[in-house]
């Protein structure tokens, strides 16, 4: 299995702009968590989805973040407009069965600048 | 939600000696995960802990879940320069998310 899929691994954009990361997660793995790692916030978690259905947002920061899942293999995260404190690595995860076995598979990582 | 707290949040180390850390919340916890990342990758699961006082071991490192699971301690024996990384440790409780650890980074001294 290829793993956890990503892209793009960089994006620097600039302020104002639309950034959609993408990721493929696992096959079989119904469950999917999008996270944002910053020095100063350490990883946190953004959205996560079960079975294509988004679980619990709690963690998105605010309007300007959106998530979607259209199907199992699949997911974006975008952000419109963005604004230099977005600036993070963005991570995708995903899992089979959350509570039954627990280990999540991390992605590698979009690594965004808004300038 | 369930906080998990990791203190101090770097650690120096010479190649050779023992390293342990730890990961206390003030609730308990259903369970523990520990994850590893190297400098520039992404988390890499190590181990889950499931039971009071269950420990495991993965060749030099060594985990254990409190008698009260409301505590974890990941131990490195013998340090050694491939051991340099952050680790997290994880938890879920009753509302099943996965909450992360500030993480410590460990730097290794050749």
């Known amino acids: 299995d290829a793993g956890v899929i990503q892209s793009p691994r960089h994006e620097v954009t600039e302020m104002g702009q639309e950034v959609t990361l993408r990721c493929k997660p696992i096959?079989?793995?119904?469950?999917l968590f999008w996270y944002r790692q910053t020095m100063m916030r350490g990883l946190e978690l953004l959205i996560y989805?079960?079975?294509?259905?988004?679980?619990?947002d709690s963690g998105m920061p605010e309007d300007r973040f959106s998530a979607k899942m259209p199907n199992a293999s699949f997911s974006t995260l975008k952000i419109q407009p963005s604004e230099p404190r977005d600036s993070a690595v963005y991570f995708c995860?995903?899992?089979?069965?959350?509570?039954?076995?627990?280990?999540?598979?991390f992605g590698p990582g979009t690594r965004l600048t808004v300038l | 939600g369930q906080q998990v707290m990791q203190i101090p949040q770097y650690q120096h180390v010479q190649e050779g000696e023992d390293f342990t850390t730890y990961c206390n919340s003030s609730?308990?916890?259903?369970?523990i995960q520990w994850y590893k990342q190297r400098p520039g990758g992404h988390p890499v699961f190590l181990i889950q802990?499931?039971?009071?006082?269950e420990v495991k071991k993965q060749k030099r490192l060594t985990f254990q879940f409190g008698e009260a699971k409301k505590n974890s301690s990941l131990h490195i024996t013998a340090t050694q320069t491939t051991d340099v990384g952050t680790y997290f440790c994880?938890?879920?409780?009753?509302?099943?998310?996965?909450?992360f650890g500030k993480g410590i980074t460990l730097s290794v001294r050749p």
């Open positions: 989805f079960n079975n294509n259905v988004p679980i619990d």
């Open positions: 994880a938890a879920s409780g009753a509302n099943s998310k996965l909450t």
């Open positions: 096959s079989g793995h119904d469950y």
């Open positions: 802990l499931v039971k009071s006082g």
């Open positions: 995860a995903s899992t089979r069965g959350y509570r039954e076995k627990g280990e999540q598979f």
């Open positions: 609730t308990t916890l259903s369970n």
